[in-house]
């Protein structure tokens, strides 16, 4: 949670002025997402018997989950093996919940 606040305060709620009451949500969503991605690179990290192939490969979770997100390449797009992709990674729901948290008033 604390790197959360770090991460959301100042770039969103006091550059950006996003809504203040917004702001317990965004903070339980990012956590939630981060949350993901820790286990995602320990499971990794132990997965591997060498270090550097575990970091690849969570390298590589990151990216796709960044890439099938949902912004970069419209869902609509890709092809069946490819949107199993935009189903299973993590980034795709906070990027929707998030943008949902913080228009859902406007």
Aim: glycine letters at 4%; hydrophobic letters at 60%; charged letters at 10%.
């Amino acid at each position: 949670f604390v790197f959360a606040i770090f991460a959301l305060v100042i770039a969103s709620f006091v550059i950006i002025d996003m809504p203040w009451d917004t702001f317990g949500v965004a903070i339980i969503i990012y956590a939630a997402t981060m949350y993901v991605f820790e286990c995602v690179a320990e499971c990794l990290s132990v997965w591997f018997a060498n270090p550097i192939l575990g970091m690849l490969q969570f390298m590589n979770f990151w990216f796709g989950s960044f890439l099938f997100a949902g912004f970069l390449i419209s869902k609509d797009d890709l092809f069946w093996p490819f949107t199993l992709f935009y189903y299973i990674m993590p980034y795709a729901y906070y990027l929707r919940s998030s943008m949902y948290n913080y228009l859902k008033d406007t």
